[in-house]
């Protein structure tokens, strides 16, 4: 019953629920527990289904007494059925009997016909056998006179007998699979001896018209294969006689290692084979614009077939990946060969015949280029190993100061890394069908080469001797070393762009997706390189403050020089100063000229944390004379005290404005020292502080 025949008396409004609930569908007890719960307490759900079930009773009550009459006339109605029912049975059985009767009397009408037609067939099948048994009897002694010996030998038109014996071949095996008779297994001998000295004569017909170059007698004599439907013995038999003896002298250990050229001069004279021995065939089976025969093809079934067993069974350690630069001239020259060989396939049908072949994908198969890859791996990474694993020294260095504005490498660190990535992608090394492995080695090794940078940077550089020329800067072997590395990487980041276009040229075929995530990997690698600077400046610049910091120590001496001494006022600065930044001097002298832009960055970077450091011993010395003057002061007013006597003026300059004068004379020659370096002292941090901390100290 549908929702629209159900009438329930409609629930009060003040209960918890609605008569629509318990009509739904997916009615469910527990749901509609759970929804009202959260509205009302579960007595008041029972009081409400209380009211409601009372009010379902009531409704049930009002419907059977307005429906009473219905239901007696209902059950009265129903009087007396069992007997109709019974009087209907009887005739019902007697129509059932009639039916099955008509049914069994079809059904024997049904096998008699199927019966008589089936013995129709086999009649019509016997005159069919019988009708083909009278062509093959005179099949058979047409041919046996066509092919008679003296007849086949005398005929000077001998195309035409094969043509004719073809066509009679077709007819005896067409009206022999069409008799079913077992009479036929008597002739079946003679058949196939007719057919075997048949093809006898055809073979050796066709091989003495391929001998003398005959086009129009080798069209005819392919037409007759594919009457025949013998096309796989046309290739077969030219494989055999035509072909594999001549491959066979060419295929064998004494050419592959007499021979000059090794593999590429046998597959130049397998191409001359080709070329040569097979081209009228060729044309005239390949070529479709022109006049040929469709359905052979032997270049694989013919040529390439015996080619590729031959290799197999004679020189196959070609195929071996243990000498690589042997391994890969040989690889090369095949795939040449094979560049050629389907360069011949005229049609796009042949070229996918050949490229599908079997023996022709397990032959490529066969060139084990993995290992082949290893081994390269191996050796490239080995001689990168060799040289990044040595202890940073001098003899790491290999050129000049001059060489850092050349395009040459000024470390062999750096000049191993990329000689080793160009013989990655050079042509007795590279294969195409590894792209994807040497792209990746490219990589690889240039994210050693940040490794190593970032090792040698922590590494401990051995002791320099540098007592007698402590102020000269070619001693300082690691700060001409740091900067030959910085100027090799900015190098190696500037030519890393011409590893993409190597990498471009050996692309085959440009393929814009994956150009795009080449370039995106290499430029990632670029990146990975630049954060390098940073930590090489900084080492840079440690290693000139190195040798300026120490001299600074003197500052704190400046106040012993004038206490109690009674020095003239100072004119001339402290040797501090000059000792202080004469390494800087010369360091700017020696590579001023070579790399300008790189020096006056490093100076400033150097001299802002020197003045940092100046600055603070400065600080720290004025706020000593300070704190002395004060004492001094607080001394003698102490002492004018207990005397009872006046404080007299002290003539002259004193000692502590002697020191602030000496550390003012000592601040400017440095800033007139930096200047005298061509370097802004508006660019050196800390300078101001310094200048306004001496001047203010003057003013007091």
């Keep these: 019953?549908?929702?629209?025949?159900?009438?329930?008396?409609?629930?009060?409004?003040?209960?918890?629920?609605?008569?629509?609930?318990?009509?739904?569908?997916?009615?469910?007890?527990?749901?509609?527990?759970?929804?009202?719960?959260?509205?009302?307490?579960?007595?008041?759900?029972?009081?409400?289904?209380?009211?409601?079930?009372?009010?379902?009773?009531?409704?049930?009550?009002?419907?059977?007494?307005?429906?009473?009459?219905?239901?007696?006339?209902?059950?009265?109605?129903?009087?007396?059925?069992?007997?109709?029912?019974?009087?209907?049975?009887?005739?019902?059985?007697?129509?059932?009997?009639?039916?099955?009767?008509?049914?069994?009397?079809?059904?024997?009408?049904?096998?008699?016909?199927?019966?008589?037609?089936?013995?129709?067939?086999?009649?019509?099948?016997?005159?069919?056998?019988?009708?083909?048994?009278?062509?093959?009897?005179?099949?058979?002694?047409?041919?046996?006179?066509?092919?008679?010996?003296?007849?086949?030998?005398?005929?000077?038109?001998?195309?035409?007998?094969?043509?004719?014996?073809?066509?009679?071949?077709?007819?005896?095996?067409?009206?022999?699979?069409?008799?079913?008779?077992?009479?036929?297994?008597?002739?079946?001998?003679?058949?196939?001896?007719?057919?075997?000295?048949?093809?006898?004569?055809?073979?050796?017909?066709f091989l003495a018209s391929i001998q003398e170059k005959n086009s129009f007698l080798l069209i005819r004599c392919l037409g007759i294969y594919v009457t025949l439907d013998k096309i796989s013995d046309a290739e077969d038999l030219v494989r055999k006689e035509i072909v594999g003896p001549l491959i066979h002298n060419v295929i064998n250990t004494e050419n592959l290692k007499t021979d000059l050229l090794g593999l590429q001069n046998i597959y130049n004279r397998l191409l001359n084979i080709l070329n040569v021995e097979l081209k009228q065939l060729l044309d005239i089976t390949l070529y479709p614009n022109r006049l040929s025969v469709k359905g052979f093809n032997f270049l694989v079934n013919s040529f390439w077939i015996d080619v590729e067993e031959k290799i197999e069974q004679y020189i196959k350690y070609i195929f071996a990946p243990g000498d690589p630069i042997l391994f890969h001239s040989r690889y090369v020259a095949t795939l040449e060969f094979l560049e050629k060989l389907e360069a011949e396939c005229i049609t796009a049908e042949s070229l996918i015949t050949l490229q599908k072949n079997l023996q022709y994908k397990n032959f490529l198969k066969k060139w084990n280029l993995p290992v082949y890859f290893q081994i390269k791996f191996q050796e490239i990474a080995s001689g990168i190993e060799t040289v990044l694993t040595e202890s940073i020294s001098p003899a790491s260095v290999k050129g000049t100061l001059e060489s850092l504005t050349q395009d040459d490498f000024s470390l062999y660190a750096t000049c191993i890394i990329w000689e080793n990535l160009q013989t990655i992608w050079d042509n007795n090394v590279y294969l195409h069908q590894l792209f994807h492995r040497f792209w990746k080695?490219?990589?690889?090794?240039?994210?050693?080469?940040?490794?190593?940078?970032?090792?040698?940077?922590?590494?401990?550089?051995?002791?320099?001797?540098?007592?007698?020329?402590?102020?000269?800067?070619?001693?300082?072997?690691?700060?001409?070393?740091?900067?030959?590395?910085?100027?090799?990487?900015?190098?190696?980041?500037?030519?890393?762009?011409?590893?993409?276009?190597?990498?471009?040229?050996?692309?085959?075929?440009?393929?814009?997706?994956?150009?795009?995530?080449?370039?995106?990997?290499?430029?990632?690698?670029?990146?990975?390189?630049?954060?390098?600077?940073?930590?090489?400046?900084?080492?840079?610049?440690?290693?000139?403050?190195?040798?300026?910091?120490?001299?600074?120590?003197?500052?704190?001496?400046?106040?012993?020089?004038?206490?109690?001494?009674?020095?003239?006022?100072?004119?001339?600065?402290?040797?501090?100063?000059?000792?202080?930044?004469?390494?800087?001097?010369?360091?700017?002298?020696?590579?001023?000229?070579?790399?300008?832009?790189?020096?006056?960055?490093?100076?400033?970077?150097?001299?802002?944390?020197?003045?940092?450091?100046?600055?603070?011993?400065?600080?720290?010395?004025?706020?000593?004379?300070?704190?002395?003057?004060?004492?001094?002061?607080?001394?003698?007013?102490?002492?004018?005290?207990?005397?009872?006597?006046?404080t007299s003026e002290v003539q002259g300059i004193s000692d502590d404005e002697k020191i602030r004068i000496q550390l003012q004379v000592d601040v400017q020659a440095y800033a007139n020292m930096i200047t005298e370096m061509q370097i802004s002292i508006s660019n050196v941090l800390y300078m101001k502080e310094l200048l306004h901390a001496v001047e203010t100290a003057i003013k007091r």
């Design 1 to 205: 019953m549908s929702k629209e025949n159900i009438n329930l008396p409609k629930a009060p409004s003040d209960l918890c629920f609605s008569e629509v609930d318990f009509i739904q569908e997916n009615f469910n007890v527990d749901t509609f527990l759970q929804e009202h719960r959260k509205s009302t307490k579960l007595e008041t759900m029972r009081d409400d289904l209380g009211i409601y079930l009372k009010l379902l009773r009531s409704a049930m009550i009002d419907l059977i007494n307005r429906d009473y009459t219905d239901f007696v006339n209902l059950s009265s109605n129903m009087i007396g059925l069992d007997k109709a029912i019974s009087d209907l049975q009887t005739p019902l059985g007697q129509l059932r009997e009639e039916v099955m009767q008509v049914q069994q009397i079809l059904d024997d009408e049904v096998t008699a016909i199927t019966h008589n037609m089936n013995e129709n067939k086999k009649t019509r099948e016997y005159k069919r056998s019988v009708f083909s048994l009278q062509h093959i009897y005179k099949s058979l002694n047409k041919l046996s006179t066509i092919l008679s010996l003296n007849t086949f030998l005398e005929c000077p038109a001998k195309i035409d007998i094969l043509e004719q014996a073809a066509a009679e071949f077709n007819q005896l095996g067409f009206h022999m699979s069409r008799c079913k008779l077992n009479i036929i297994n008597e002739n079946q001998k003679e058949a196939e001896e007719l057919e075997q000295s048949y093809m006898t004569y055809l073979n050796e017909f």
């Design 441 to 646: 080695f490219s990589l690889q090794i240039c994210a050693r080469y940040r490794i190593w940078i970032q090792t040698v940077l922590k590494e401990v550089w051995p002791i320099e001797n540098e007592i007698s020329n402590l102020n000269k800067v070619e001693h300082s072997t690691k700060l001409n070393f740091l900067i030959c590395l910085y100027k090799d990487v900015e190098k190696f980041v500037n030519i890393l762009p011409f590893l993409f276009e190597i990498a471009r040229s050996k692309f085959k075929q440009e393929n814009p997706r994956i150009l795009t995530l080449l370039k995106d990997s290499l430029d990632e690698t670029i990146k990975n390189l630049k954060t390098i600077w940073p930590q090489i400046t900084k080492e840079i610049v440690d290693e000139l403050l190195k040798q300026c910091v120490t001299h600074l120590k003197q500052v704190s001496d400046i106040p012993r020089l004038f206490r109690r001494t009674k020095r003239d006022v100072p004119t001339k600065p402290c040797s501090y100063v000059k000792n202080t930044l004469v390494f800087l001097l010369n360091f700017h002298a020696d590579y001023k000229k070579i790399i300008p832009d790189n020096v006056n960055y490093w100076l400033e970077l150097a001299l802002s944390e020197l003045t940092e450091h100046y600055l603070a011993s400065v600080t720290d010395v004025l706020t000593s004379v300070q704190k002395t003057e004060e004492s001094l002061r607080r001394l003698k007013k102490i002492r004018d005290k207990s005397t009872g006597s006046l």
